[in-house]
């Protein structure tokens, strides 16, 4: 084994930071197959797969309304630079799948702003990436809100999607803010 | 069981042509776990991986120079219409993918053209979509070709890659013209 003075320097792991909120979440146990506040590793060329199915899925949602595979994640490096990004795809034939105010159909996918809301039929999800340097995994980590994330407080720094030719859309729809939920950290906002 | 009359009105499905040629495809037995001739079926939101590792590919490449997932290929629809595309994306660290004459990095990805050539190493494989209305399921269909596909019969039809920004590259290495090969449908063409 390697002394420390020559191992290969550590590499920082990009990490997608991933905040679910449900309005029945206690009642209905959707999330309870959810690994919270655990970093999980993934290989670069894995899709990470969020439904009903735990023979495809990773990240398992426990709801007869949701999709087999409901949406999926994959990493990718941009023809212009090196950059990692990820890219989000709507699998769910019944549900739209918004991300910040756009809606994506069956099978479209957009480039992950690095700070957005994803929402699907009740499910609301702040994702943001935090950017690292290995091209070999990438991390997941959730968290859970015990409050609805369409508040204030989480709209301001979200990114408009500008990708391909989309115009800009920025999420608006603040509703009453509330306090801020005892789970989110600081260095999130 | 519905009768004839009452059935839905079948459905065409899209689907990826690909001819493949390697020149050692005789000797080395490359593409023995290939099922040449013979459309397969994957369901829309299926990735169709291409490598060494059976394990996690669906079409296996046997050589020890082929990574573990050579290049994978994902349905999806374009925001701006219903059309059906293919997006090719490079899984491997060690061989760059050309796709026509772009140049993909590895987790570089890109919107397959409607007809394109694809290599890596010593492979080439001609690929083409013959697009169908299915949302639900996608085929492949695989041809062998015993000459290399590096000839100009094959050129004049392939499209410039135009997406998001890349200038428009044409494949060019026009190499001594041979024989139609065998295996060549005209329709293909």
Do not use: W
Not at 43 to 71: M, P, T, W
Not at 101 to 130: A, R, S, T
């Amino acid at each position: 084994m390697a002394s420390f003075e020559e191992a290969e320097t550590e590499e920082t792991v990009t990490c997608l930071h991933m905040m679910f909120y449900h309005p029945f979440q206690q009642e209905k146990q959707v999330f309870r197959h959810l690994n919270f506040y655990k970093r999980e590793q993934l290989r670069a060329d894995e899709v990470a797969k969020f439904g009903r199915d735990g023979n495809i899925c990773h990240y398992i949602l426990v709801d007869a309304r949701v999709s087999r595979i409901q949406f999926s994640l994959q990493l990718f490096r941009k023809l212009s630079g090196s950059e990692l990004c990820f890219e989000i795809k709507n699998t769910s034939k019944r549900t739209k799948l918004t991300v910040n105010n756009l809606e994506l159909g069956y099978l479209n996918k957009i480039d992950l702003p690095l700070k957005c809301m994803v929402g699907f039929g009740d499910y609301q999800i702040l994702m943001h990436v935090q950017e690292g340097e290995s091209v070999d995994f990438f991390e997941t980590f959730l968290e859970l809100s015990q409050v609805s994330l369409l508040q204030e407080q989480y709209l301001p720094s979200l990114q408009p999607i500008s990708e391909h030719g989309i115009s800009p859309l920025f999420y608006s729809q603040a509703i009453n803010p509330v306090e801020k939920p005892v789970e989110m950290d600081e260095n999130e906002l």
